[in-house]
């Protein structure tokens, strides 16, 4: 059983949105799972059986206890019932305390705003009895959201990744399909993520998170309802920034 499941609709969306955050929830000795939605077949680079492959190398950079890549169409992902099926079976089989996925802000891809949606539809339906998916019926505590690459409105809370950067990267930089490697020159790139431009915007998101909360990186994060702090010194206390 699982502690977290993250939510994506394409390889390599968790280890860019919040692969420090997996990176430091397993260093703190939780359960960490990722769950793919589909695997990454219409991407411009790259193909199913090479992104199969970095996949399996980012699972272990990151250290997670199980990774699952469905099927459902890239480019195409839609909230069907089948889809929904599919992915309740994988909440009930690995019975994830909490779920992370792609917030229902506006988002650039239509892939990652119906994962959201799909997502979170299911959090709430893996919990009814009348679903028959011949497991029995279980309901995570929350569902959590985080954004695209640019953020959009103040996040809720942020993990600090400070300590885990380095991890977040390389297991990016496994997918080298679709990213550029330290020094490589882009050429005539045709997307975003195969860029210089990329690196900057990722370490961007990374420091003004982190700055937010008095840290060198973070990955913002939003939830749908309040959070319970146990030590309040803990959360809000910012060392260095007076």
Not at 55 to 75: C, F, H, N, Q, W
Not at 98 to 123: E, N
Not at 210 to 232: C, D, H, M, Q, W
Request: charged share 25%.
């Amino acid at each position: 059983m699982l502690d977290i499941l993250a939510v994506g609709a394409h390889p390599d969306d968790i280890e860019i949105f919040m692969g420090g955050a997996i990176a430091a929830f397993h260093a703190h000795g939780l359960k960490t799972g990722i769950l793919d939605l589909s695997r990454g077949e219409a991407g411009t680079y790259g193909s199913p059986e090479i992104r199969r492959s970095e996949l399996s190398k980012a699972a272990k950079i990151l250290a997670v206890e199980k990774r699952v890549t469905l099927d459902l169409p890239d480019g195409n992902i839609q909230n069907t019932d089948s889809a929904r099926q599919k992915v309740i079976e994988v909440i009930r089989k690995t019975r994830p305390e909490l779920v992370f996925t792609f917030t229902d802000a506006p988002m650039r891809h239509p892939d990652h705003r119906a994962t959201g949606k799909i997502v979170r539809d299911c959090v709430f339906l893996a919990g009814l009895e009348k679903i028959e998916t011949g497991q029995p019926p279980f309901r995570p505590s929350a569902c959590i959201g985080f954004p695209e690459l640019i953020p959009a409105g103040k996040p809720d809370f942020v993990v600090d990744i400070t300590d885990f950067w380095k991890i977040k990267l390389d297991a990016i930089r496994t997918y080298g399909s679709q990213v550029t490697a330290e020094g490589e020159d882009e050429g005539n790139t045709k997307t975003l993520i195969r860029s210089g431009q990329f690196w900057k915007i990722l370490e961007a998101r990374a420091v003004m998170a982190g700055a937010a909360v008095g840290t060198v990186y973070g990955e913002p994060f939003f939830s749908s309802r309040p959070l319970k702090i146990g030590n309040v010194m803990s959360a809000f206390t910012m060392p260095g920034l007076r």
